[in-house]
């Protein structure tokens, strides 16, 4: 009784309710705004973008700030690309990845230690040290302004492998792999019908790792996409953004319509995406 | 079918020794891993070679490489520009991501307390900045911080009786402009990753120390804080690596003018190469820079390892 008492003399505190609320509210409010500003921006002619007070209604610009926006920008195009690309290397990534990371779990060959623990260095290396190199190499190639600077350098993954060979250790017994072997199935038969089936899970979260990463990278397709036929979504919109006469309603309107997409895509699957982009880091 | 090949696959595994069953397998690895290490080589670590080999020749991207020694990092380290884009890197660091931890962490124990609803809500809509890209971030908070005096964030200052800043310009409100783009974005993204750890603790730690007698601050320092002490380590070890190599929003934002105030190592790194076509000393920025990114990795497992203790 006595324990009783005391718990709920614990529990219910007013006042440490509201502030957890005011904190929530103030997070999400704060989170969400930017948005919704994007919008409004996006909705109304330039000049409101300075306005006093600030504007916080939507005005009725939206279709012709996105006209300007495809006046000025090939923006379905800079879409097109970017899905092309992202759906590219994703599909590619899981595909190598698990066989790599199939291999480092469940086959016995030379060197397999040393080989992974060299994939786990290499994961540490900041990506801008092989910059300038990487630049040269696609040059060499003729491969500037050509989609295939983004996708072959971005179709193998460090972490791919890691997070692959880490499920497949443990979704698959081992026992499996050597029974389906004594039955005669062939290693490529073993890792089509047994392997993939099992890590459906693993292909999700690492597919929309890699999907969200590829979507939104900038500065490598800046620095090898010069042609604006071949922009990518960040790579045209940031384009907007640097014109010598700034339009803030085309700009926003461009911005936001190019982020619309993924922020539907999160809504609907938001649970899994919040789950997937977070594991990477939790494990 | 599958009767015939099984039979098939059975005399043929009689037939052949134990050996090259095994040599197959090893055959196979070696051919399912070398996709990874072919193209690995050639995008990967063959450039990372090359730059250290870059850092001493002059290069122009065209024509002849010519070695010159340890001139290039002489020339970068006498350019005080390269060290404003080291200090600035070092402050814009700071400023994005301590804030922004301890406001995640507060988020993270609200959204864990058991007397809060709409949890969902909440979840989602702190998370959501994380999916969008840093190029539209750095767009919408450019203008949200304008230079003009009636810009909405000069406004909202005005109401606080401060004088309107110069944000793309001036040299800390720059820098504000920019850790606020990288604090916004990722806040929920480690908001999300101290709530798992915190609903890893069991819950009948609290109830122990309620018992006990144990303040609310008291429960946070005795029992939350060490239990999380390695998803923190692991979140600062994260975000300290990362906003060494910030870009984007000091790009986006700054535009066309490339100011000092905002300039980072990274942007200082691709300025030298893709604006005045210097490859060597660009080079040997990102040398540097890989040395700094180590130096900091070690120190962060450093303190680890003392925490740790």
């Not at chain 1, 923006?75 to 990845?97: E, I, M, Q, R």
């Not at chain 2, 908070?141 to 000069?154: D, K, L, R, V």
């Not at chain 2, 105030?261 to 076509?277: H, K, P, S």
Request: proline letters at 5%; hydrophobic letters at 55%; a positive charge.
């Amino acid at each position: 009784m006595i324990i009783k008492k005391k718990l709920s003399k614990n529990k219910p505190n007013i006042f440490t309710k509201l502030f957890l609320y005011l904190m929530l509210f103030s997070g999400a409010l704060l989170s969400l705004f930017p948005f919704y500003w994007m919008f409004v921006i996006a909705t109304n002619p330039n000049h409101v973008v300075n306005r006093v007070p600030p504007a916080m209604l939507p005005g009725e610009h939206l279709v012709i700030n996105f006209k300007n926006v495809l006046e000025t920008i090939p923006f379905f195009g800079a879409l097109y690309n970017s899905f092309l690309v992202s759906t590219t290397v994703t599909v590619s990534v899981l595909f190598l990845s698990s066989l790599a990371g199939y291999a480092f779990a469940k086959l016995r060959f030379k060197g397999k230690n040393v080989l992974f623990v060299f994939i786990l260095v290499t994961m540490m290396i900041p990506s801008q040290l092989g910059l300038i190199p990487s630049y040269v190499i696609i040059t060499k190639l003729g491969w500037i302004s050509d989609l295939r600077a983004l996708i072959v350098p971005g179709m193998v993954s460090a972490f791919g492998i890691f997070w692959m060979r880490q499920y497949i250790k443990e979704a698959i017994p081992d026992e499996l792999v050597e029974a389906a072997k004594i039955d005669g199935c062939s290693q490529l038969r073993i890792y089509w019908t047994i392997v993939v089936p099992l890590i459906l899970p693993a292909f999700a979260t690492l597919g929309i790792i890699t999907y969200m990463g590829v979507w939104n990278d900038f500065m490598w397709p800046l620095v090898v996409l010069k042609d604006e036929s071949v922009h990518t979504i960040q790579v045209a919109v940031r384009l907007l953004n640097d014109a010598y006469v700034r339009d803030y309603g085309m700009i926003m309107s461009g911005t936001f319509w190019a982020t619309v997409p993924l922020v539907v895509i999160f809504l609907v699957f938001n649970k899994f995406f919040i789950e997937s982009l977070t594991k990477g880091a939790v494990k | 079918m599958p009767e015939i090949q099984t039979k098939n696959n059975t005399t043929k595994v009689l037939k052949m020794p134990y050996f090259t069953e095994r040599k197959k397998e090893s055959l196979t690895g070696y051919l399912y891993i070398s996709p990874f290490f072919i193209l690995f080589t050639i995008f990967s670590i063959f450039p990372i070679f090359f730059s250290f080999y870059l850092a001493f020749h002059r290069w122009n991207g065209l024509g002849e490489m010519q070695y010159v020694g340890w001139r290039n990092f002489k020339l970068i380290l006498d350019d005080p520009m390269f060290w404003k884009s080291i200090s600035n890197t070092f402050i814009m660091a700071l400023m994005g991501t301590l804030p922004q931890l301890i406001v995640a962490f507060l988020l993270a124990y609200a959204l864990n307390s058991s007397i809060v609803r709409f949890k969902n809500f909440f979840r989602i809509s702190i998370f959501m900045p994380n999916v969008t890209s840093i190029v539209a971030v750095a767009i919408v908070f450019g203008t949200i911080y304008t230079n003009s005096e009636t810009g909405i964030m000069n406004v909202v200052l005005s109401y606080f009786n401060i004088s309107p800043i110069n944000w793309g310009s001036n040299e800390w409100g720059l820098k504000v402009a920019i850790s606020t783009m990288v604090f916004w974005r990722w806040v929920g993204y480690n908001t999300i990753i101290y709530l798992a750890g915190m609903q890893s603790i069991p819950n009948e730690l609290y109830e122990a120390a309620k018992i006990d007698g144990a303040s609310l601050w008291q429960q946070i320092r005795y029992i939350t804080l060490p239990l999380m002490k390695p998803v923190i380590i692991f979140t600062v070890f994260v975000s300290t690596i990362g906003s060494l190599q910030l870009f984007t929003e000091p790009l986006v934002f700054l535009g066309r003018t490339m100011r000092e105030e905002g300039i980072t190592m990274v942007l200082y790194l691709y300025r030298e190469a893709f604006m005045n076509n210097a490859f060597g000393t660009a080079s040997a920025s990102a040398v540097i820079l890989f040395f700094i990114i180590i130096i900091i990795s070690v120190i962060n497992l450093l303190v680890a390892n003392r925490l740790g203790k």
